[in-house]
């Protein structure tokens, strides 16, 4: 048995790791985001005003999902999945913990687009997410070697065979849905009849595997493919298409005439993040309009911050013009909340298309 004296030194030791602990964990945020987020001047400012670390991971929305469900919420401080990303994962793995808004500036957002995206991810009366950047998929097209691509369909022409790509994920399954009639988001609250639609579409992007290059996998691989020649068109975010038109200006970013599909990625708290107020500060910082103008600039897309598109290049902002006319902005299709249980479906239906049966 221990004695009064070694259990007292016991408990005090346990009570200096517990408080070196939780300084360590103050000290430090960990985010994890996609690539281009958080650049490394904007955390250099951070850290230098509020003395707090931040440790980045790069991800994707089925990677953040991923990561999330196998520790149960824990292993990040903060997280970045799209708006439609969150309800539904919410809901079957509780990997997520409701925003305290108090604690947000929320004059710092564009008005319109918090509220939108708090109505999106809000479970039971509660807030589980606010809007960073958004932006769209669409048609990056060599307009010289393509200049009939107009919409997703356009990809299957045989006319641009082993000349065309889009990744095998399920931002194709919702942009062929569209561009061939069907509305997706309109039977999100039928499971019969989306899986019913989902077999549609994955006939037709089965019938139009053929005329592909590859099936794309990270930006980088599809704008060196573009830029090489290799390929002509493709459907990819409007980010990509940008950064290859300030290369060369016959290579541009196209609203679809079915609709480009709008996303928004959000600011997330995971439900065992151990540092919520560093978390808070995280946003609040990001969101005012000069810090906001510099990720814009980095991720190549749009910000929900309120001021920020004032601080903005001009090249972007040019881009953006040519690329969305009021009637393309007009007939964006924005992702909505995934119910739960679709992403199943779709992912039987990807996993036929990459089989090739």
Known sequence: MLTKRASLKLATAFAALMIAGSAQAADKLRLLTWSGYAPADVIEQFTKETGIEVEVTTSNNEEMISKL????GAGFDIVQPSQDRIAGPQAEFGIYKPLDLSKLKSDLFIASMLEATKKNTTIDGKVYGVPHIWGTDGLVVNVKTAPKVADYNDLCDPSLAGKTSF???????????FANGMDPFAAYGDVKAYSA????????????KKNLKFFWEGSDQLLNA???????????????????????????????KSGALGWVDTFAIPSKGRND???YKWINFNMRPEIAAKVAAAAGNFTASNGADKLMQGKLKDQFAESFPKAAIDNIKWYPAVPAGLEEIEGKILDRLKAGS
Do not use: H, Y
């Open 226 to 256: 573009v830029r090489s020649g290799e390929i002509a068109a493709a459907m990819a975010w409007d980010t990509g298409g940008w950064k290859l038109n300030a290369e060369n200006a016959d290579m541009k970013f196209i609203a679809p």
């Open 277 to 279: 107020d560093a978390a």
């Open 197 to 208: 639609l989902m077999d549609k579409v994955g006939a037709t992007l089965a019938e139009c």
């Open 167 to 177: 990744r095998a994920k399920r931002p194709a399954l919702i942009a062929f849905a």
């Open 69 to 72: 469900r196998a520790t149960q």
